[in-house]
């Protein structure tokens, strides 16, 4: 049983959320809300990255898992980046999905993935839905027969059509 770690992008387009199907809440965070809420809630973060035109940074959830939140330059205020990462039950589930569940679960819970890309570094799979603004990774391969969920990652629509080859590791050494 193949399991994936969760890697789920979030893209915001002003006035396209609310046309449905795509999703703005990750674990107790959400797109568009102020960047200044998320200090209170996660603590200082342990890393900060300048990616051009995005700024993300990583706090810590537990010894095994973080939240990366970003901000695109132009939009300083406004979270436009969400990514869950790692193997925790801490962490709040995305459609029913937690980090550490078997790559089984993914598909069961949201389909069929329209595309599945090896990534090398990270070793992770990466699978993508059309029309939605999410991605999922997971440890290992479509090749082994073990991973589990260990990134979910939200985004600004944008955001995602700008950087859909990109993933960043944080690593918390």
Known sequence: MVRLALLVIVWFTPGLSWAGGLEIDLNGLRLQQLVSVVEPALGRPFKTIDEGDL??????????AYMVVGHLKKYPHNISVLQLTGVTARALPFKGLRLGDPGSKVVEVLGKPDDVKEIQSPRVTKLSYEGRNYTVAGEGSRSRARGRVLT???A????????REQ???FCRC
Request: hydrophobic share 25%; charged share 25%.
């Open 55 to 64: 700024v993300a940074n990583a706090y810590a959830i537990d010894q095994e």
């Open 152 to 154: 979910s990652r939200f």
């Open 156 to 163: 600004k629509r944008e955001q995602q059509q700008n950087n």
């Open 167 to 169: 993933t960043t590791t």
